[in-house]
């Protein structure tokens, strides 16, 4: 709502509203309608104390079931997603993808998306370099405080990148090269799963890194002025 806000200002006083960087789902709640319901402490806690009991695969198994299209969406190791994929099927009755956005059904038609495309292999250096300057700059010592006030007992808080490892290596379940090594290979894993959210979507220009970025985004801008 605040960024929609800001939209409207923005266009009001005759400029043009750039928005940049963020998750796909983020991007896509501010150009499209999504329908995802708000969160429902009880469902939630129900969730999490019954992936406690039975484990990951058991919910999602049963994710499977009740949203197969999801299923297929969703990684079947972040738990994160499937709680809340099985958390919006209980609280609307209704699949989980039933309530992703279409591509018809923007607020903003008009709006031009554009994607920075970077080689595999220098996108998993960058991750590594910048893994070592989140730990350089204190990441174990801000999820000691973290702890120390209660902040990640919630099992969801407690699978974020980076936290979980931290938090098994101050438990003394792995070291702390492990941790940080660990951090690196989720981090990889989750920008290849975020290539793939953008994907799907037509409405994106790809600019590589061998084009001059900025010019080309100008170019593109300037044929539908």
Do not use: C
Not at 196 to 209: E, M, Y
């Amino acid at each position: 709502k605040k960024a929609r806000a800001a939209i409207v200002d923005i266009e009001s006083r005759g400029k043009r509203p750039v928005i940049v960087g963020g998750t796909g789902l983020y991007i896509k709640s501010i150009l499209d309608e999504l329908n995802f319901p708000d969160t429902d402490p009880l469902v939630r806690q129900s969730l999490e104390i019954e992936l406690e009991r039975i484990g990951l695969n058991a919910m999602f198994e049963r994710l499977e079931k009740l949203d197969p299209a999801a299923a297929i969406a969703i990684d079947r190791a972040n738990a994160r997603r499937v709680i809340r994929a099985l958390e919006v099927i209980e609280i609307t009755g209704k699949p989980f993808t039933a309530n992703l956005p279409r591509e018809e059904s923007t607020r903003y038609p008009d709006a031009r998306q554009f994607g920075l495309v970077m080689d595999r292999e220098s996108l998993d250096v960058r991750i590594s370099a910048r893994v070592d300057r989140m730990w350089e700059q204190g990441f174990v010592a801000e999820v000691q405080s973290l702890l120390a006030a209660g902040i990640t007992d919630a099992r969801t808080a407690q699978l974020a990148l980076g936290y979980s490892q931290i938090i098994a290596f101050l438990q003394g379940r792995m070291t702390e090269e492990q941790a940080r090594e660990d951090t690196k290979r989720a981090t990889r894993q989750y920008a290849r799963r975020q290539e793939t959210w953008f994907s799907r979507d037509a409405r994106i220009t790809w600019i590589s890194p061998v084009q001059e970025r900025f010019e080309t985004v100008l170019n593109h801008l300037e044929k539908i002025n």
